[in-house]
């Protein structure tokens, strides 16, 4: 579903990527893992399309996305991407209700399907007592749960997720783990997360070996 090959990324005088091969299947739980510098997160920020190789291609449904006009690009990663940060990435001002919706908005969806979609998301989150709160009235697990929700709203191909765990206490870390998996096996949904937990690497299907930004066999 997603293939890269030969990409490449350098910042100066760093090359950060030395031409990664990777495919991604649907359905797949895959995880990235590595010494901090090894280039994971730059390869799952291009993955994502939020930023672009030096060389190489990105395959995407057979979409090459860094082919398209910006604005064709960013209305793709809006639909068919998700993402999850390490700290959220909730805005402030909005309550969880209206932080899931957003990325509906902005695809243009109709307010009411939205609203209706995000309120269904965090019910099965078990955030529907939540849905007025501002980030700052909610605890870290139920934070990153409306960012798992806010990823899931357009229903996208993949979810990538940048140390989705690593602010978390262990057992918030546990049921977030849980709710990944739960995601794969009810909404057949497709994750590539880059993460330290060594725990959730060997749960995972298959664990991608990065150092010295290249992928070691």
Same mark, same amino acid.
């Given at each position: 579903?997603?293939?890269?090959?030969?990409?490449?990324?350098?910042?100066?005088?760093?090359?950060?990527?030395?031409?990664?091969?990777?495919?991604?299947?649907?359905?797949?739980?895959?995880?990235?893992?590595?010494?901090?510098?090894?280039?994971?997160?730059?390869?799952?920020?291009?993955?994502?399309?939020?930023?672009?190789?030096?060389?190489?291609?990105?395959?995407?449904?057979?979409?090459?996305?860094?082919?398209?006009?910006?604005?064709?690009?960013?209305?793709?990663?809006?639909?068919?991407?998700?993402?999850?940060?390490?700290?959220?990435?909730?805005?402030?001002?909005?309550?969880?209700?209206?932080?899931?919706?957003?990325? #509906? %908005? /902005?695809?243009?969806?109709?307010?009411?399907? *939205?609203? $209706?979609?995000?309120?269904? =998301?965090?019910?099965?989150? +078990?955030?529907?007592?939540?849905?007025?709160?501002?980030?700052?009235?909610?605890?870290?697990?139920?934070?990153?749960?409306?960012?798992?929700?806010? #990823? %899931? /709203?357009?229903?996208?191909?993949?979810?990538? *997720?940048? $140390?989705?765990?690593?602010? =978390?206490?262990?057992?918030? +870390?546990?049921?977030?783990?849980?709710?990944?998996?739960?995601?794969?096996?009810?909404?057949?949904?497709?994750?590539?997360?880059?993460?330290?937990?060594?725990?959730?690497?060997?749960?995972?299907?298959?664990?991608?070996?990065?150092?010295?930004?290249?992928?070691?066999?």
């Amino acid at each position: 579903m997603v293939e890269t090959k030969g990409i490449t990324k350098s910042f100066g005088s760093l090359q950060v990527l030395k031409g990664i091969d990777l495919k991604i299947r649907e359905k797949e739980i895959v995880t990235i893992v590595g010494p901090s510098g090894a280039g994971k997160t730059t390869l799952l920020q291009i993955i994502g399309t939020l930023d672009r190789p030096d060389a190489g291609s990105l395959f995407f449904k057979n979409v090459e996305p860094f082919k398209l006009s910006d604005k064709e690009r960013a209305a793709f990663r809006n639909r068919h991407i998700g993402f999850v940060f390490q700290f959220h990435q909730l805005l402030p001002e909005f309550t969880a209700l209206e932080n899931v919706m957003i990325p #509906a %908005l /902005i695809a243009k969806r109709n307010y009411d399907e *939205a609203r $209706e979609r995000a309120e269904e =998301l965090l019910d099965y989150l +078990k955030l529907s007592d939540r849905i007025k709160h501002k980030p700052s009235e909610l605890s870290g697990g139920e934070k990153q749960r409306v960012a798992v929700a806010r #990823a %899931l /709203i357009n229903n996208p191909s993949v979810i990538l *997720a940048d $140390e989705p765990s690593g602010s =978390l206490d262990t057992k918030n +870390k546990e049921e977030l783990h849980a709710l990944l998996f739960n995601l794969r096996k009810e909404m057949g949904q497709t994750f590539v997360i880059v993460t330290h937990d060594e725990h959730l690497a060997q749960r995972s299907d298959r664990i991608i070996h990065m150092r010295d930004g290249s992928i070691e066999n």
